[in-house]
């Protein structure tokens, strides 16, 4: 798989429930970053955690990162209908040089919060 | 909160018409970045620029492609000869200082090549 791969692809729960979404990457990371995008609007960014952390909290957010799985976990707690969306992770490569370096996305996971 | 702006939202043109497409990144931030996000994909890096100079490209960004910051605020995106499979959702993103870099898009232009 390419780096960057969300799984489920898709994901439907009910209000107030968890989510949760998994990313998985091939190549050293830097740091890893978790985007949501409404349909056909931009993307808005949610959480970033760096190479050397292991779990991460914003708010309703908790992202988890384990290098030796070469995988991270979206979490999101008490879902609320306003998160429906897709939601993707993000990953530039460990080697190429930090600020500059473009990010590689995943497929995403479409997340439908039913009332 | 200082966000990323894009016009125009939405690009009509026809194939081989050059368009350019306008970005204001966060007024402090240093780098900045183009994406772009065909129908049902993957978002896709385009390229980044620092220091005035592009500072990585991937291999969408062929000579068709060329980004400018005309005025030391707009960032730009120009595409010369329009193909049809230049349509897409393009996302301009721009990020701050440091290794880990947090980096904050815009809402899209949304461009379909006729």
């Known amino acids: 798989s390419q780096q960057g791969e969300e799984d489920p692809q898709a994901l439907s729960i009910q209000e107030g429930e968890n989510a949760t979404m998994n990313c998985s990457y091939k190549t050293s990371i830097n740091n890893l970053q978790w985007y949501r995008q409404n349909s056909g609007r931009g993307l808005v960014h949610l959480i970033l955690?760096?190479?050397?952390?292991r779990e991460k909290h914003s708010g309703r957010l908790r992202v988890t990162l384990d290098t030796s799985k070469k995988s991270s976990s979206l979490l999101i707690t008490a879902s609320r209908a306003a998160d429906t969306a897709s939601y993707f992770c993000a990953s530039n490569s460990f080697y190429s040089g930090g600020g500059a370096d473009g990010l590689t996305f995943g497929k995403g996971t479409h997340l439908i919060i039913q009332p | 909160e200082p966000e990323v702006t894009q016009t125009p939202s939405h690009q009509v043109t026809q194939m081989g018409q050059e368009v350019i497409l306008r970005c204001v990144p966060i007024s402090n931030h240093l780098y900045f970045y183009w994406y772009r996000q065909i129908l049902g994909q993957k978002v896709e890096f385009l390229v980044s620029f620092y220091n005035n100079e592009i500072s990585e490209k991937s291999e969408i960004f062929d000579d068709q492609f060329s980004v400018e910051r005309p005025d030391g605020s707009n960032f730009t995106l120009k595409i010369r000869s329009t193909k049809l499979e230049d349509s897409a959702m393009y996302f301009c993103?721009?990020?701050?200082?440091?290794?880990?870099?947090?980096?904050?898009f815009g809402p899209g232009t949304r461009l379909t090549v006729l």
């Open positions: 993103a721009s990020g701050g200082t440091g290794l880990y870099n947090e980096q904050f």
């Open positions: 955690i760096r190479s050397n952390e």
